[in-house]
């Protein structure tokens, strides 16, 4: 059984940054693919970026290329999601993800992730 639990979002400026966490128990980030999505009410579950359980590959949404940044600290078993340059379309409940089955690409789709943080909430405001 894996676990993924988040850190608290939070409330940034437009244009300032925020870093979220992503711990992941029951297995190593080294066995995961871990993604980030985020989703706002009356909204589809969107995918913001992810990486491989090998760190071999990184993907990012177009909207968030350039601007965000997802990095892993194996010894604490956790992944990141630096956000810089915020927008006021970023503010959304991000989650953070989880798989182990090791798919022959990257998953970028909501479905093709077994283990879900509780989410959090980044608020951007103007």
């Known amino acids: 059984q894996v676990r993924v639990l988040q850190s608290e979002g939070g409330l940034v400026q437009a244009g300032g940054s925020l870093r979220l966490s992503c711990t992941a128990s029951g297995r190593t980030v080294t066995m995961l693919d871990m993604g980030w999505f985020r989703q706002v009410p009356g909204k589809e579950r969107e995918f913001v970026g992810a990486?491989?359980?090998?760190?071999?590959?990184?993907e990012y949404a177009d909207s968030v290329k350039g601007r965000f940044t997802i990095s892993r600290d194996i010894v604490q078993n956790t992944v990141y999601l630096q956000m810089n340059n915020l927008l006021s379309e970023d503010a959304a409940a991000y989650y953070c993800?989880?798989?182990?089955?090791?798919?022959?690409?990257?998953?970028?789709?909501?479905?093709?992730?077994?283990?879900w943080g509780q989410g959090t909430q980044v608020t951007v405001s103007s």
């Open positions: 993800a989880a798989d182990w089955r090791r798919s022959v690409v990257l998953p970028t789709k909501p479905d093709q992730y077994e283990y």
């Open positions: 990486i491989r359980w090998n760190g071999g590959k990184i």
